[in-house]
């Protein structure tokens, strides 16, 4: 588990793309608006006030890391993410 002022951070100041993606129905989540290599942390911020459930998927070469974000507790926890549903918690590999 991570603050989540240090994961936005990290996201702002990193090299690699991620994707927003907001929970949307029976375990669902949806993609959040442009995704892609572009930074869009201000569009994170924005969901994040309106208190949705954000899962922010970083896309490296090496393996896919998501992170569930739960701004009620500062925290980002890292899942097991696919096909737009979190399968389980996954402990830190960092």
């Keep these: 588990m991570r603050h989540i002022d240090d994961f936005i951070d ?3 100041n990193g090299e ?3 994707n927003i993606w907001v929970y949307s129905s029976k375990g669902q989540y949806s ?7 572009k930074i869009r942390t201000p569009g ?10 954000i899962v ?6 090496a393996e896919q890391e ?3 974000l739960l701004p009620e507790v500062h ?10 549903q979190v399968q389980q918690l996954t402990r830190p590999t960092h």
């Design 75 to 84: 925290a980002a926890v890292p899942v097991s993410f696919a096909n737009g």
């Design 31 to 37: 993609q959040f608006g442009t995704q892609g290599k």
């Design 10 to 12: 990290q996201l702002e």
């Design 66 to 68: 998501a992170y569930l």
């Design 44 to 53: 994170l911020q924005k969901a994040l006030r309106k208190h949705l459930q």
């Design 16 to 18: 690699n793309p991620f």
């Design 56 to 61: 922010v998927e970083v896309v490296n070469d």
